[in-house]
Protein backbone atom coordinates (compact mmCIF):
# COMPACT_ATOMS: atom_id res chain seq x y z
CA UNK A 1 0.00 0.00 0.00
CA UNK A 2 2.88 2.36 0.95
CA UNK A 3 4.21 1.52 -2.72
CA UNK A 4 0.84 2.49 -4.32
CA UNK A 5 0.30 5.75 -2.55
CA UNK A 6 3.60 6.61 -3.32
CA UNK A 7 3.23 6.02 -7.48
CA UNK A 8 -0.23 7.82 -6.86
CA UNK A 9 1.70 11.28 -6.21
CA UNK A 10 4.34 11.38 -8.35
CA UNK A 11 1.77 10.27 -11.07
CA UNK A 12 -0.16 13.41 -10.09
CA UNK A 13 3.43 15.77 -10.75
CA UNK A 14 3.41 15.85 -7.18
CA UNK A 15 7.53 16.65 -6.05
CA UNK A 16 9.41 13.70 -5.09
CA UNK A 17 9.83 14.95 -1.34
CA UNK A 18 6.09 16.05 -0.51
CA UNK A 19 5.48 12.39 -2.19
CA UNK A 20 7.53 10.40 -0.23
CA UNK A 21 6.61 12.07 3.17
CA UNK A 22 2.98 12.36 2.09
CA UNK A 23 2.63 8.45 1.16
CA UNK A 24 4.13 7.65 4.48
CA UNK A 25 1.44 9.73 6.12
CA UNK A 26 -1.18 8.41 3.93
CA UNK A 27 -0.11 4.77 4.82
CA UNK A 28 -0.02 5.52 8.82
CA UNK A 29 -3.71 6.68 8.78
CA UNK A 30 -5.17 4.44 6.60
CA UNK A 31 -3.30 0.97 8.53
CA UNK A 32 -3.76 2.75 12.05
CA UNK A 33 -0.67 0.80 13.12
CA UNK A 34 1.35 3.96 14.37
CA UNK A 35 -0.07 7.81 15.09
CA UNK A 36 0.84 10.56 12.69
CA UNK A 37 3.42 12.41 14.65
CA UNK A 38 5.75 9.51 13.96
CA UNK A 39 6.25 11.25 10.24
CA UNK A 40 7.13 14.85 11.87
CA UNK A 41 9.37 13.04 14.67
CA UNK A 42 11.02 10.87 11.96
CA UNK A 43 11.72 13.54 9.39
CA UNK A 44 13.53 15.51 12.39
CA UNK A 45 15.58 12.31 13.24
CA UNK A 46 16.40 12.30 9.74
CA UNK A 47 18.10 15.51 9.60
CA UNK A 48 19.51 15.03 13.01
CA UNK A 49 22.83 14.30 11.86
CA UNK A 50 26.35 15.40 12.73
CA UNK A 51 27.70 14.77 9.05
CA UNK A 52 24.94 17.10 7.55
CA UNK A 53 26.43 19.92 8.58
CA UNK A 54 28.56 19.45 6.45
CA UNK A 55 25.92 20.04 3.09
CA UNK A 56 25.26 23.77 4.29
CA UNK A 57 28.80 24.83 4.27
CA UNK A 58 30.03 22.59 0.69
CA UNK A 59 26.92 24.77 -0.50
CA UNK A 60 28.42 28.24 0.82
CA UNK A 61 31.95 27.16 -0.25
CA UNK A 62 30.73 26.16 -3.94
CA UNK A 63 28.59 29.47 -4.68
CA UNK A 64 31.16 31.90 -2.69
CA UNK A 65 33.79 30.47 -5.47
CA UNK A 66 31.64 30.74 -7.94
CA UNK A 67 30.37 34.29 -7.23
CA UNK A 68 34.07 35.04 -6.35
CA UNK A 69 35.37 35.33 -10.57
CA UNK A 70 36.76 32.05 -9.62
CA UNK A 71 35.48 30.34 -12.49
CA UNK A 72 36.76 32.53 -14.93
CA UNK A 73 40.60 32.30 -13.40
CA UNK A 74 40.17 28.55 -13.88
CA UNK A 75 38.88 28.87 -17.12
CA UNK A 76 41.79 30.86 -18.42
CA UNK A 77 44.29 28.27 -16.56
CA UNK A 78 42.77 25.59 -18.48
CA UNK A 79 43.40 27.46 -21.70
CA UNK A 80 47.08 27.90 -21.03
CA UNK A 81 47.29 24.26 -20.09
CA UNK A 82 44.89 22.74 -22.78
CA UNK A 83 43.85 25.03 -25.19
CA UNK A 84 46.06 24.67 -27.76
CA UNK A 85 45.19 20.78 -28.47
CA UNK A 86 43.16 19.88 -31.14
CA UNK A 87 39.69 20.59 -30.21
CA UNK A 88 41.45 22.64 -27.62
CA UNK A 89 38.12 24.35 -25.92
CA UNK A 90 36.27 21.04 -25.26
CA UNK A 91 39.30 20.09 -23.80
CA UNK A 92 39.45 23.06 -21.42
CA UNK A 93 35.59 22.53 -20.81
CA UNK A 94 36.91 19.11 -19.20
CA UNK A 95 39.89 20.65 -17.07
CA UNK A 96 37.88 23.21 -15.59
CA UNK A 97 35.15 21.00 -14.71
CA UNK A 98 38.08 18.55 -12.67
CA UNK A 99 39.36 21.97 -10.73
CA UNK A 100 35.83 23.38 -10.21
CA UNK A 101 34.69 19.75 -8.95
CA UNK A 102 37.43 20.16 -6.29
CA UNK A 103 35.14 23.32 -4.88
CA UNK A 104 31.12 23.14 -5.79
CA UNK A 105 30.46 19.58 -5.14
CA UNK A 106 27.66 19.22 -7.21
CA UNK A 107 26.89 18.84 -10.52
CA UNK A 108 24.31 21.33 -10.80
CA UNK A 109 26.65 24.27 -9.93
CA UNK A 110 29.32 23.36 -12.42
CA UNK A 111 27.09 23.22 -15.61
CA UNK A 112 25.83 26.53 -14.17
CA UNK A 113 28.61 28.25 -13.35
CA UNK A 114 31.28 27.03 -15.37
CA UNK A 115 29.05 25.73 -18.40
CA UNK A 116 27.83 29.93 -19.32
CA UNK A 117 31.74 30.78 -20.11
CA UNK A 118 32.50 27.42 -21.67
CA UNK A 119 29.38 27.12 -24.05
CA UNK A 120 29.79 30.97 -24.93
CA UNK A 121 33.30 30.42 -25.52
CA UNK A 122 32.98 27.45 -27.86
CA UNK A 123 29.85 28.41 -29.67
CA UNK A 124 31.81 31.67 -30.37
CA UNK A 125 35.18 30.05 -31.80
CA UNK A 126 32.81 27.81 -34.22
CA UNK A 127 31.67 24.99 -32.47
CA UNK A 128 28.22 23.91 -32.92
CA UNK A 129 26.22 24.32 -29.57
CA UNK A 130 25.11 20.53 -29.44
CA UNK A 131 29.21 19.74 -28.80
CA UNK A 132 29.82 22.97 -26.42
CA UNK A 133 26.20 21.41 -24.21
CA UNK A 134 27.22 17.79 -24.65
CA UNK A 135 30.98 18.18 -23.45
CA UNK A 136 29.91 20.72 -20.74
CA UNK A 137 27.15 18.18 -19.50
CA UNK A 138 29.34 15.20 -19.43
CA UNK A 139 32.37 17.15 -17.75
CA UNK A 140 29.37 18.20 -14.68
CA UNK A 141 28.89 15.14 -13.47
CA UNK A 142 32.72 15.13 -12.20
CA UNK A 143 31.28 17.81 -9.83
CA UNK A 144 29.67 14.75 -7.16
CA UNK A 145 32.55 12.43 -7.97
CA UNK A 146 36.06 14.52 -7.17
CA UNK A 147 35.98 15.86 -3.73
CA UNK A 148 34.29 17.34 -2.14
CA UNK A 149 31.22 16.03 -2.60
CA UNK A 150 27.17 16.68 -1.63
CA UNK A 151 26.38 13.22 -2.39
CA UNK A 152 29.17 11.55 -0.52
CA UNK A 153 27.62 13.71 2.58
CA UNK A 154 24.82 12.23 2.42
CA UNK A 155 25.44 8.53 1.26
CA UNK A 156 28.47 8.37 4.22
CA UNK A 157 25.50 9.25 6.44
CA UNK A 158 23.03 6.86 5.13
CA UNK A 159 25.47 3.81 5.10
CA UNK A 160 27.42 4.80 8.16
CA UNK A 161 30.94 4.89 6.35
CA UNK A 162 33.88 7.49 6.49
CA UNK A 163 33.06 10.49 4.45
CA UNK A 164 36.52 11.45 4.80
CA UNK A 165 37.57 7.69 3.05
CA UNK A 166 34.45 8.16 -0.01
CA UNK A 167 36.40 11.38 -0.70
CA UNK A 168 39.78 9.94 -1.48
CA UNK A 169 37.54 6.93 -3.25
CA UNK A 170 36.39 9.34 -6.18
CA UNK A 171 40.35 10.81 -6.79
CA UNK A 172 41.14 7.87 -9.10
CA UNK A 173 37.33 7.42 -10.51
CA UNK A 174 37.53 10.91 -11.27
CA UNK A 175 41.03 11.01 -13.35
CA UNK A 176 39.65 8.06 -15.22
CA UNK A 177 36.39 9.95 -16.12
CA UNK A 178 38.06 13.13 -17.08
CA UNK A 179 40.73 10.71 -19.36
CA UNK A 180 37.40 8.83 -21.35
CA UNK A 181 35.93 12.55 -21.70
CA UNK A 182 39.33 14.30 -23.34
CA UNK A 183 39.73 11.01 -25.31
CA UNK A 184 36.29 11.31 -26.75
CA UNK A 185 37.15 15.39 -27.19
CA UNK A 186 40.23 14.16 -29.30
CA UNK A 187 38.13 11.65 -31.20
CA UNK A 188 35.40 14.33 -32.27
CA UNK A 189 38.46 16.81 -33.09
CA UNK A 190 40.00 14.28 -35.54
CA UNK A 191 37.26 13.32 -37.04
CA UNK A 192 35.99 16.83 -37.74
CA UNK A 193 39.77 18.41 -38.80
CA UNK A 194 39.71 20.72 -35.60
CA UNK A 195 42.61 22.73 -34.65
CA UNK A 196 43.20 24.21 -31.45
CA UNK A 197 41.88 27.25 -30.36
CA UNK A 198 45.11 29.54 -29.07
CA UNK A 199 48.12 29.83 -30.09
CA UNK A 200 50.56 27.89 -28.27
CA UNK A 201 52.18 30.24 -25.96
CA UNK A 202 55.73 28.55 -23.99
CA UNK A 203 55.07 31.11 -21.14
CA UNK A 204 51.71 30.90 -20.23
CA UNK A 205 51.81 27.18 -20.75
CA UNK A 206 55.07 26.89 -18.53
CA UNK A 207 53.57 29.56 -15.69
CA UNK A 208 50.28 26.93 -16.07
CA UNK A 209 52.80 23.96 -15.38
CA UNK A 210 54.63 26.09 -12.71
CA UNK A 211 51.22 25.66 -10.75
CA UNK A 212 50.76 22.26 -11.40
CA UNK A 213 54.30 21.62 -9.90
CA UNK A 214 53.24 23.80 -6.37
CA UNK A 215 49.93 21.92 -6.75
CA UNK A 216 51.33 18.51 -6.63
CA UNK A 217 54.60 19.44 -4.52
CA UNK A 218 53.47 21.56 -1.87
CA UNK A 219 51.49 18.88 0.28
CA UNK A 220 54.26 16.32 -0.11
CA UNK A 221 56.54 19.22 1.14
CA UNK A 222 54.28 19.77 4.17
CA UNK A 223 54.08 16.16 4.93
CA UNK A 224 57.74 15.90 4.80
CA UNK A 225 58.00 18.49 7.43
CA UNK A 226 55.50 17.73 9.65
CA UNK A 227 57.23 14.28 9.70
CA UNK A 228 61.13 14.93 10.12
CA UNK A 229 59.97 18.69 12.57
CA UNK A 230 58.78 18.77 15.63
CA UNK A 231 57.04 21.67 15.32
CA UNK A 232 53.20 21.46 15.75
CA UNK A 233 51.41 20.13 11.87
CA UNK A 234 48.79 22.97 12.88
CA UNK A 235 52.10 25.86 12.53
CA UNK A 236 53.65 23.72 10.13
CA UNK A 237 50.09 23.97 7.63
CA UNK A 238 50.15 27.91 8.65
CA UNK A 239 53.33 28.54 7.65
CA UNK A 240 52.95 26.48 4.33
CA UNK A 241 49.55 28.33 3.44
CA UNK A 242 51.24 31.63 4.10
CA UNK A 243 54.43 30.55 1.41
CA UNK A 244 51.48 30.03 -1.12
CA UNK A 245 50.10 33.65 -0.87
CA UNK A 246 53.48 34.75 -1.09
CA UNK A 247 54.17 32.92 -4.12
CA UNK A 248 51.08 33.60 -5.85
CA UNK A 249 51.99 37.12 -5.34
CA UNK A 250 55.56 36.97 -6.60
CA UNK A 251 54.52 35.15 -9.84
CA UNK A 252 51.08 36.03 -10.41
CA UNK A 253 49.81 33.13 -10.84
CA UNK A 254 46.47 32.36 -12.58
CA UNK A 255 44.50 30.04 -10.58
CA UNK A 256 46.97 28.07 -8.04
CA UNK A 257 45.10 29.68 -4.48
CA UNK A 258 41.77 28.19 -5.80
CA UNK A 259 43.32 25.03 -7.51
CA UNK A 260 44.47 24.04 -3.62
CA UNK A 261 41.42 23.87 -2.18
CA UNK A 262 40.57 20.34 -2.96
CA UNK A 263 44.20 19.86 -1.62
CA UNK A 264 43.75 21.16 1.02
CA UNK A 265 40.37 19.27 1.80
CA UNK A 266 41.69 16.11 1.03
CA UNK A 267 44.90 16.51 3.30
CA UNK A 268 43.03 18.43 6.32
CA UNK A 269 40.79 15.09 6.51
CA UNK A 270 43.44 12.19 5.30
CA UNK A 271 45.97 13.76 8.50
CA UNK A 272 42.85 14.08 10.88
CA UNK A 273 43.61 17.64 11.07
CA UNK A 274 39.95 18.02 10.85
CA UNK A 275 36.55 16.22 10.07
CA UNK A 276 34.52 16.49 6.95
CA UNK A 277 32.47 19.15 8.52
CA UNK A 278 35.33 20.91 9.72
CA UNK A 279 36.39 20.68 6.41
CA UNK A 280 33.41 22.14 4.51
CA UNK A 281 33.88 25.10 7.34
CA UNK A 282 37.77 25.74 6.37
CA UNK A 283 36.59 25.14 2.43
CA UNK A 284 34.42 28.58 3.47
CA UNK A 285 36.73 30.46 4.96
CA UNK A 286 39.08 29.96 2.34
CA UNK A 287 36.87 30.66 -0.25
CA UNK A 288 36.14 34.11 2.05
CA UNK A 289 39.56 35.35 2.22
CA UNK A 290 40.33 34.63 -1.73
CA UNK A 291 37.00 36.54 -2.42
CA UNK A 292 37.18 39.70 -0.05
CA UNK A 293 40.95 39.95 1.18
CA UNK A 294 42.83 38.34 -1.81
CA UNK A 295 40.82 38.98 -5.31
CA UNK A 296 38.94 41.41 -3.93
CA UNK A 297 35.82 40.28 -6.12
CA UNK A 298 33.48 39.74 -3.61
CA UNK A 299 31.14 42.32 -1.90
CA UNK A 300 29.07 42.41 0.83
CA UNK A 301 26.07 42.71 -0.87
CA UNK A 302 27.04 39.36 -3.31
CA UNK A 303 27.91 37.85 -0.02
CA UNK A 304 24.54 38.12 1.42
CA UNK A 305 22.95 36.98 -2.17
CA UNK A 306 25.17 34.28 -1.86
CA UNK A 307 24.04 33.05 1.48
CA UNK A 308 20.56 33.73 1.01
CA UNK A 309 20.92 31.40 -2.22
CA UNK A 310 22.66 28.81 -0.04
CA UNK A 311 19.69 28.95 2.62
CA UNK A 312 17.29 28.37 -0.05
CA UNK A 313 19.59 25.30 -1.63
CA UNK A 314 20.15 23.70 1.78
CA UNK A 315 16.30 24.10 2.69
CA UNK A 316 15.75 22.16 -0.53
CA UNK A 317 18.38 19.38 0.38
CA UNK A 318 17.57 19.02 3.47
CA UNK A 319 13.57 18.39 3.33
CA UNK A 320 14.30 15.71 0.38
CA UNK A 321 16.59 13.74 3.30
CA UNK A 322 14.02 14.32 5.87
CA UNK A 323 10.86 13.54 3.60
CA UNK A 324 13.47 9.99 2.16
CA UNK A 325 14.03 9.18 6.01
CA UNK A 326 10.53 8.84 6.89
CA UNK A 327 9.94 6.77 3.61
CA UNK A 328 12.85 4.36 3.63
CA UNK A 329 12.10 3.76 7.65
CA UNK A 330 8.71 3.14 6.32
CA UNK A 331 9.80 0.52 3.55
CA UNK A 332 12.30 -1.18 6.28
CA UNK A 333 8.88 -1.44 8.84
CA UNK A 334 6.55 -2.76 6.54
CA UNK A 335 9.46 -5.28 5.41
CA UNK A 336 10.14 -3.82 1.57
CA UNK A 337 13.76 -4.45 2.16
CA UNK A 338 13.43 -7.60 3.37
CA UNK A 339 11.37 -8.78 0.64
CA UNK A 340 13.10 -7.00 -1.68
CA UNK A 341 16.71 -8.58 -0.47
CA UNK A 342 15.79 -12.11 -0.26
CA UNK A 343 14.47 -11.81 -3.87
CA UNK A 344 17.66 -10.41 -4.84
CA UNK A 345 19.56 -13.55 -2.83
CA UNK A 346 17.43 -16.13 -4.30
CA UNK A 347 17.74 -14.76 -7.74
CA UNK A 348 21.35 -14.49 -7.31
CA UNK A 349 24.65 -15.31 -4.86
CA UNK A 350 26.57 -13.78 -7.55
CA UNK A 351 28.15 -10.39 -6.52
CA UNK A 352 29.06 -9.36 -10.41
CA UNK A 353 25.43 -9.97 -11.18
CA UNK A 354 24.00 -8.37 -8.27
CA UNK A 355 26.33 -5.26 -9.31
CA UNK A 356 24.99 -5.02 -12.82
CA UNK A 357 21.05 -5.03 -11.79
CA UNK A 358 21.79 -2.35 -9.09
CA UNK A 359 23.79 -0.39 -11.82
CA UNK A 360 20.48 -0.99 -14.43
CA UNK A 361 18.04 0.47 -11.13
CA UNK A 362 19.71 2.90 -10.47
CA UNK A 363 20.11 4.66 -14.11
CA UNK A 364 16.57 3.96 -14.54
CA UNK A 365 15.92 5.62 -10.57
CA UNK A 366 17.97 8.42 -11.48
CA UNK A 367 15.98 9.55 -14.66
CA UNK A 368 12.99 9.97 -12.27
CA UNK A 369 14.49 10.76 -8.71
CA UNK A 370 16.70 13.61 -7.54
CA UNK A 371 20.16 11.99 -6.61
CA UNK A 372 19.49 12.98 -2.76
CA UNK A 373 16.13 11.38 -2.55
CA UNK A 374 17.45 8.59 -4.56
CA UNK A 375 20.25 7.73 -2.83
CA UNK A 376 18.07 8.05 0.91
CA UNK A 377 15.52 5.67 -0.32
CA UNK A 378 17.62 3.13 -2.35
CA UNK A 379 20.87 3.04 0.52
CA UNK A 380 18.60 0.85 3.03
CA UNK A 381 17.15 -1.85 0.21
CA UNK A 382 20.81 -2.17 -1.65
CA UNK A 383 23.25 -1.61 1.01
CA UNK A 384 22.58 -4.88 2.92
CA UNK A 385 22.39 -6.78 0.32
CA UNK A 386 25.91 -5.47 -1.03
CA UNK A 387 27.23 -5.96 2.18
CA UNK A 388 25.79 -10.05 1.91
CA UNK A 389 27.54 -10.39 -1.04
CA UNK A 390 30.70 -9.32 -0.02
CA UNK A 391 30.60 -5.74 -1.89
CA UNK A 392 32.61 -2.88 0.07
CA UNK A 393 30.37 -0.37 1.60
CA UNK A 394 32.42 2.31 -0.15
CA UNK A 395 32.88 1.13 -3.69
CA UNK A 396 28.95 0.76 -3.77
CA UNK A 397 28.67 4.17 -2.85
CA UNK A 398 31.44 5.08 -6.05
CA UNK A 399 28.84 3.01 -8.07
CA UNK A 400 25.30 4.35 -6.60
CA UNK A 401 26.45 8.27 -6.68
CA UNK A 402 28.17 8.03 -10.73
CA UNK A 403 24.68 5.73 -11.45
CA UNK A 404 22.90 8.93 -9.90
CA UNK A 405 25.12 11.29 -12.12
CA UNK A 406 24.20 9.55 -15.21
CA UNK A 407 20.67 9.98 -14.76
CA UNK A 408 21.13 14.20 -14.27
CA UNK A 409 21.81 13.87 -17.78
CA UNK A 410 18.23 12.12 -18.67
CA UNK A 411 14.54 12.97 -19.57
CA UNK A 412 11.96 13.35 -17.84
CA UNK A 413 13.67 14.47 -14.51
CA UNK A 414 17.37 15.36 -15.31
CA UNK A 415 18.52 18.62 -13.88
CA UNK A 416 21.51 19.23 -15.90
CA UNK A 417 19.27 19.31 -18.93
CA UNK A 418 17.07 21.61 -18.22
CA UNK A 419 20.30 23.88 -16.76
CA UNK A 420 22.60 23.22 -20.41
CA UNK A 421 18.99 24.04 -22.28
CA UNK A 422 18.62 27.35 -20.84
CA UNK A 423 22.02 28.11 -20.98
CA UNK A 424 22.49 27.37 -24.18
CA UNK A 425 19.36 28.52 -25.30
CA UNK A 426 18.14 24.99 -26.98
CA UNK A 427 15.19 22.81 -26.57
CA UNK A 428 15.26 20.51 -24.27
CA UNK A 429 15.26 17.61 -27.12
CA UNK A 430 18.09 19.14 -28.93
CA UNK A 431 19.50 18.78 -25.98
CA UNK A 432 18.82 15.48 -25.16
CA UNK A 433 20.17 14.50 -28.18
CA UNK A 434 23.56 16.41 -27.97
CA UNK A 435 23.89 14.83 -24.83
CA UNK A 436 23.55 11.10 -26.34
CA UNK A 437 27.03 10.65 -27.59
CA UNK A 438 28.64 11.32 -24.35
CA UNK A 439 26.86 8.25 -22.65
CA UNK A 440 29.24 6.02 -24.27
CA UNK A 441 32.59 7.39 -22.05
CA UNK A 442 30.58 7.63 -18.98
CA UNK A 443 29.19 4.23 -19.12
CA UNK A 444 32.22 2.94 -20.37
CA UNK A 445 34.10 4.65 -16.92
CA UNK A 446 30.86 3.30 -14.69
CA UNK A 447 31.58 -0.15 -16.19
CA UNK A 448 34.94 -0.22 -15.07
CA UNK A 449 34.53 1.47 -12.02
CA UNK A 450 31.96 -1.37 -11.33
CA UNK A 451 34.20 -4.01 -11.82
CA UNK A 452 37.61 -2.86 -10.38
CA UNK A 453 36.99 -2.07 -7.37
CA UNK A 454 40.85 -1.50 -6.71
CA UNK A 455 40.65 1.68 -8.46
CA UNK A 456 38.29 2.77 -6.25
CA UNK A 457 39.60 1.67 -2.89
CA UNK A 458 43.50 1.86 -3.17
CA UNK A 459 43.16 5.29 -1.66
CA UNK A 460 41.02 4.79 1.23
CA UNK A 461 43.10 1.66 2.52
CA UNK A 462 46.13 3.79 2.12
CA UNK A 463 45.14 6.11 4.55
CA UNK A 464 41.75 4.49 6.59
Same mark, same amino acid.
Given at each position: ???????????????????????????????????????????????????????????????????????????????????????????????????????????????????????????????????????????????????????????????????????????????????????????????????????????????????????????????????????????? /? &??? =? $?? %??? *??????? +????? !?????????????????????????????????????????????????????????????????????????????????????????????? /? &??? =? $?? %??? *??????? +????? !??????????????????????????????????????????????????????????????????????????????????????????
Amino acid at each position: MLKIFFLVFMAGGIPVAVAMAGASLAYIVASGSLPPFVVIHRMVSGIDSFPLLAVPFFILAGNLMNNAGITTRIYNFALALVGWLKGGLGHVNVLGSVIFAGMSGTAIADAAGLGTIEIKAMKEHGYSTEFAVGVTAASATLGPIIPPSLPFVIYGMMANVSVGALFLAGILPGALLAILMMLTVAYFAHRNGWGGDVKFSSTRFFKAMCELAVVVGWPLLIWLLVSKLDTPPQLT /V &FAG =L $AS %LFV *LDRIFRF +EALLP !IMTPVLLIGGMSTGLFTPTEGAIAACVWAMILGFAWYKTLSWKMFVKVCLDTIETTSTVLFIVAAASIFGWMLTATGVTTDIANWVLGFTKEAW /V &FLL =L $AN %LLM *LFVGCFL +EPTAA !ITILVPILLPIATQLGVDPIHFGLVMVLNLMIGLLHPPMGMVLFVLARVAGLSFERTTMAILPWLIPLLLALAVITYVPSLVLWLPKMFF
